[in-house]
């Protein structure tokens, strides 16, 4: 005679939409205040979602804040996941600007949620609203039940599941999002950007002996980028956790490549240079072709280089540049670039 069993754990799951609507009058709301949702139950308990248009603190001014509340008194609190998404007009979660979180609480969420500045100019922030998606699943008794061998299937092959799609970026994304346990504080244009230290170990080699020895901690905590803009070094910090680069319209990937390949060089991360080195080549034209030229010869952008040069090789380009004074610009600021032109174009059959 056989017997089965069967453990079972328990969820039920619930969502709550919360639209913003006249987003910039919430923006008077002072910093660590927060306007909170209707009620709505999930799992047998009552909840609320906190908005702080201003951050939770003055650490986090420059963020929306959103806090999960559980309304009920339960002494020993709940255990729940949960998650905050940002919707897109077509009330899609935005992948970048959705957090997720685990924990036994009475309130959890996040500080950072999303920075007011790319909330307000972002297309999912229409006629001064914007919503948010917070899903919730509470996680109630485990159970043990008698079930019928047939349905356990004992001794019948397991059916094939198909794994999910890696997660390692978005969960690394979501830690520098809302900065928990961040130890580094980078001060950048006006903004302070908080970061791991470990990550930033790992990831640079400059990083890490910067950061290295027991003397450093203290004093590393607070570091001052000079020569960067604010959304430059973010980018290159969601390079480090995520290994990927924002989306970016043309006229924005060709202003922020050249300061990130830059910075890649600086910092020693050689993946990213020849990232934003390919993705250069897209740009090279006409106009460009010189500046790029310069640059290249600058930072050791050796493919970029190559790429201008071959379309310098093109008679019909060479003359187009000719007539902008692009020539002239190279011999000003690059001149070996101009003469390892000149050795191509003699070399030319």
């Keep these: 005679m056989k017997t089965a069993s069967a453990i079972v754990a328990v969820t039920e799951s619930g969502q709550h939409v919360l639209r913003i609507d006249g987003y910039s009058h919430t923006t008077d709301v002072p910093t660590g205040s927060d306007i909170k949702s209707a009620h709505f139950r999930v799992g047998g308990h009552s909840w609320r979602v906190s908005y702080y248009p201003n951050g939770l603190s003055s650490a986090w001014s420059d963020y929306v804040s959103l806090f999960l509340k559980l309304d009920d008194d339960v002494p020993n609190g709940v255990r729940v996941r949960h998650t905050f998404s940002l919707l897109d007009r077509d009330g899609k979660p935005v992948p970048y600007f959705t957090n997720a979180g685990k924990r036994i609480f009475t309130d959890w969420g996040t500080s950072a949620f999303i920075r007011r500045s790319d909330l307000e100019k972002s297309e999912h922030l229409q006629g001064d609203s914007f919503t948010i998606l917070c899903d919730v699943t509470v996680?109630?008794?485990?159970?043990?039940?008698?079930?019928?061998?047939?349905?356990?299937?004992?001794?019948?092959?397991?059916?094939?599941?198909?794994?999910?799609?890696?997660?390692?970026?978005?969960?690394?994304?979501?830690?520098?999002?809302?900065?928990?346990?961040?130890?580094?504080?980078?001060?950048?244009?006006?903004?302070?950007?908080?970061?791991?230290?470990?990550?930033?170990?790992?990831?640079?080699?400059?990083?890490?002996?910067?950061?290295?020895?027991?003397?450093?901690?203290?004093?590393?905590?607070?570091?001052?980028?000079e020569d960067m803009e604010a959304q430059d070094f973010e980018a290159l910090l969601r390079y480090m956790y995520t290994d990927s680069l924002p989306e970016m319209e043309r006229g924005e990937a060709a202003a922020m490549l050249p300061d990130l390949a830059a910075a890649a060089n600086r910092y020693g991360m050689e993946r990213l240079r020849l990232l934003c080195e390919e993705r250069l080549r897209e740009f090279v034209d006409v106009r460009t072709v010189a500046v790029m030229l310069a640059f290249a010869g600058e930072h050791r952008c050796h493919g970029l280089k190559e790429a201008c040069l071959r379309f310098l090789g093109d008679p019909g380009n060479l003359r187009e540049v000719v007539k902008m004074n692009g020539l002239q610009h190279l011999s000003r600021s690059c001149p070996s670039v101009l003469e390892d032109l000149i050795a191509k174009l003699a070399a030319a059959p």
């Design 139 to 225: 996680m109630k008794e485990i159970q043990t039940k008698i079930v019928d061998v047939d349905v356990v299937g004992v001794g019948a092959a397991a059916p094939e599941v198909a794994p999910p799609p890696p997660e390692l970026g978005r969960d690394m994304g979501g830690v520098l999002a809302t900065g928990e346990a961040a130890d580094v504080a980078f001060e950048v244009d006006g903004r302070t950007l908080m970061a791991h230290r470990c990550v930033l170990a790992a990831r640079s080699p400059v990083f890490r002996a910067e950061l290295a020895g027991a003397g450093s901690v203290a004093a590393a905590r607070r570091i001052v980028i």
